[in-house]
């Protein structure tokens, strides 16, 4: 026996691997007899430690892993100390992780001497889809030779086997094997989901699960036995290190501990199961070859009561440890953006009008000749058609299929592999082709990119652009016409565009290049190609290459005259988008009394223009092309009531469409629905009344 274990893993390793699996235990001890201390959520890598560490130890400082929050041991393998994961148990201001804003075992760090972990939330499963973003930018590094490794980086994603049943794990899975990407899915089957067992989730196993899946290599292995779990990790990490090809590893554990401090285990589980459980304890198992090899078993105990001695002592100091200051709640939710002031050549001269379509096309062309970091992709914006609404036309041919190229039909994988991609210094640019088709993505969206941030205590940013077509444009009908500002409104830690016209829109997709920061540039369809009635001023004279307009900075584009202002006879209407073209419409005929600002970004949004001027006319109407209920426009009339009560005339109205459940697609219907220039004549006429 001994010479058969240690042909296989040296005694250093072995004692290193039983030295964490002892302080695993100390510590989800320690936890459960300090309940009352430990008052967060919790859950700990009992049952789990062996593969976990053999997976830990595969890593170098080049490498990617994400571990789930089960992981404890992982971060245990690749270097952190107890103490600095008591910190983030303990949700203190020192947490290495969040700063005391997440829970334990959640992590991030860009350590330069450890593999990197990006951010992930607690939604079982949504890693998959990020960290496939990472192994994506890793291939996408190598193929235009952006950095140099001294290893090939290997990317490990670590999750749940009843999480695999997730339609987004899916998604993740088949990008992998259709890229051929160098990542490692390491599925845990402890053959429980908090209380659901596998026999109510699913029909197999993670390993017969991804037997469809063309491309993707997979092995099994018994995760409770640490020398069979390393060696099968070495082989797995080696194999995706050297062929860059993926692999799922579907490793057998056990659940000794409970789903969470919260769902304890006397909740759901019988004794019998948990006899079966505990007589698989990786560390009773490694304790137990070691013995048989002829390690001296004093040795043994002398590590277990260190480990022990180690994990009181860093949770005696966790507890002394600060709390975080009350005033760094608002830290982090952007990170701050170089792109402050409106700079470069708007208007040049000699310069020639251009649809709105061609100043992103030009826009994004200019940014990829100049950063090799920028790609892009989403569905049909290939070479082939260059988007369905030729928005991409030209790019594909111009930079070639390794920078501008389809997806399936993803928008979760679409959306929220620009976490991953951001994460290792790239600039994805992606498109969902309809707003209406982005609901697929808004798990993405909320629990990974928009929170990525301010969980990792600013390490991670999600520096994307996420275009998305808008609007309703004659006919589109339920499907393709709809308005999504007030959902994306509603989502804390991405900025949101609304460009009107080209000028604009060049300049605002340069400052979300620029920008740190997720970028969600909502891009009307009707005003594309100008060809909606009314829309000829959506052209303009393109601005010049080094043109940006920054975030935040409405304009008023119509002014009323002074003297009406002066005497009380006068509104301001507060715009965006196609509203822009029906207030235009609407001011003509009543000679200078109402003012027009578009507000050109959402969030963030020029709150100190607007209530500068809403005090200055005492009279407002927000105007929008959502239904209107609820909507970020009532949402932003209350603020300017509240912000302008004193100097307002009569209350601020809104208009938008009417509260329908999605726009019709024949004419005279969806003309009944939206609002347009005739029916907001009229409300200004009433409320100049006042």
Same mark, same amino acid.
């Given at each position: 026996m001994e010479n058969t274990l240690h042909e296989k893993v040296s005694q250093d390793i072995l004692l290193k691997a039983y030295n964490h699996m002892m302080l695993a235990k100390a510590m989800a001890d320690i936890y459960e007899e300090n309940r009352n201390v430990c008052k967060y959520v919790h859950s700990t890598s009992r049952g789990h430690e062996a593969i976990q560490l053999a997976t830990a130890y595969q890593l170098t400082k080049e490498d990617w892993v994400s571990p789930y929050y089960r992981d404890e041991s992982i971060l245990l393998g690749i270097g952190f100390e107890p103490y600095q994961l008591m910190l983030q148990l303990l949700a203190k201001a020192d947490d290495p992780f969040s700063?005391?804003?997440?829970?334990? #075992?959640?992590?991030? #760090?860009?350590?330069?001497?450890? %593999?990197? &972990?990006?951010?992930?939330s607690s939604a079982t499963g949504m890693q998959t889809i990020p960290t496939t973003g990472v192994a994506q930018g890793i291939k996408y590094i190598q193929d235009f030779n952006l950095e140099q490794f001294e290893n090939n980086p290997v990317v490990v994603c670590s999750l749940g086997d009843n999480s695999v049943t997730e339609g987004e794990v899916s998604e993740a899975l088949q990008f992998a094997a259709l890229h051929q990407l160098p990542i490692?899915?390491?599925?845990?089957?402890?053959?429980?989901?908090? #209380?659901?067992?596998? *026999?109510?989730?699913?029909?197999? *196993?993670?390993? *017969?699960?991804? $037997?469809?899946?063309?491309g993707l290599g997979r092995m099994r292995v018994d995760g409770t036995d640490f020398v069979q779990s390393f060696e099968v990790m070495k082989k797995a990490v080696d194999f995706v290190r050297e062929e860059r090809k993926p692999l799922v590893v579907c490793a057998k554990t056990v659940l000794i501990g409970h789903h969470t401090s919260g769902v304890r285990r006397e909740f759901y589980r019988d004794e019998d199961d948990l006899t079966k459980h505990r007589a698989k304890d990786p560390g009773e198992i490694l304790r137990n070859q070691l013995l048989e090899s002829g390690t001296d078993e004093e040795l043994l105990k002398q590590i277990t009561k260190k480990a022990r001695l180690q994990a009181?002592?860093?949770? *005696?100091?966790?507890?002394?440890?600060?709390? %975080?200051?009350?005033?760094?709640?608002?830290?982090? &939710?952007?990170?701050?953006?170089? &792109?402050?002031?409106e700079v470069g050549t708007r208007e040049p001269e000699g310069g020639e009008k251009i649809v709105m379509v061609d100043a992103a096309i030009h826009a994004i062309q200019e940014i990829m000749w100049k950063h090799p970091e920028a790609l892009l992709y989403g569905q049909d914006v290939g070479e082939r058609i260059g988007g369905v609404f030729r928005e991409t036309v030209t790019l594909g041919k111009k930079f070639g299929s390794k920078r501008v190229f389809n997806t399936a039909i993803q928008e979760a994988y679409i959306i929220g592999s620009t976490t991953g991609m951001s994460a290792v210094g790239l600039k994805p640019i992606v498109e969902v082709q309809f707003a209406d088709y982005i609901y697929p993505g808004i798990n993405q969206l909320i629990t990974e990119i928009s929170k990525s941030n301010y969980l990792s205590n600013g390490?991670?940013?999600? #520096?994307? &652009?996420?275009?998305? %077509?808008?609007?309703?444009? $004659?006919? $589109?009908? %339920?499907?393709?016409s709809g308005s999504v500002e007030s959902i994306l409104a509603n989502i804390k830690g991405i900025k949101i565009a609304y460009p009107s016209n080209a000028a604009d829109f060049k300049g605002l997709l340069k400052a979300a290049y620029y920008d740190p920061n997720p970028v969600v540039m909502l891009e009307h369809k009707g005003l594309y190609w100008s060809k909606v009635p009314g829309t000829e001023d959506a052209k303009t004279i393109e601005p010049a290459e080094d043109y940006i307009l920054p975030f935040g900075k409405g304009k008023i584009i119509i002014e009323a005259d002074q003297n009406e202002v002066e005497k009380g006879r006068s509104l301001v209407v507060i715009t965006y988008g196609m509203g822009v073209y029906w207030a235009k419409e609407a001011v003509k005929s009543f000679n200078g009394k109402v003012e027009v600002i578009d507000l050109r970004t959402l969030i963030p949004l020029d709150e100190e223009l607007v209530f500068e001027r809403v005090k200055a006319h005492g009279k407002c109407i927000v105007l929008t092309e959502e239904q209107l209920n609820n909507s970020f426009a009532e949402a932003f009339a209350h603020r300017i009531s509240k912000n302008c009560f004193r100097y307002l005339d009569a209350p601020v109205e809104t208009m938008g469409s009417l509260d329908t459940p999605a726009v019709p697609i024949n004419l005279v219907l969806e003309k009944e629905m939206l609002p347009n220039a005739e029916k907001l004549a009229a409300k200004i006429e009433e409320m100049l009344k006042y």
């Open positions: 700063g005391g804003r997440s829970y334990y #075992s959640h992590p991030s #760090s860009r350590n330069p001497a450890m %593999p990197k &972990i990006i951010h992930q490692i899915f390491l599925v845990q089957d402890n053959e429980w989901g908090i #209380s659901v067992t596998k *026999d109510e989730a699913r029909t197999c *196993d993670a390993y *017969d699960f991804v $037997g469809g899946f063309t009181e002592e860093a949770f *005696d100091r966790a507890q002394k440890a600060e709390d %975080p200051k009350p005033e760094t709640v608002m830290q982090h &939710i952007f990170a701050p953006t170089p &792109i402050t002031e390490k991670f940013p999600v #520096s994307n &652009i996420i275009r998305v %077509p808008i609007g309703a444009y $004659g006919g $589109g009908g %339920p499907y393709h």
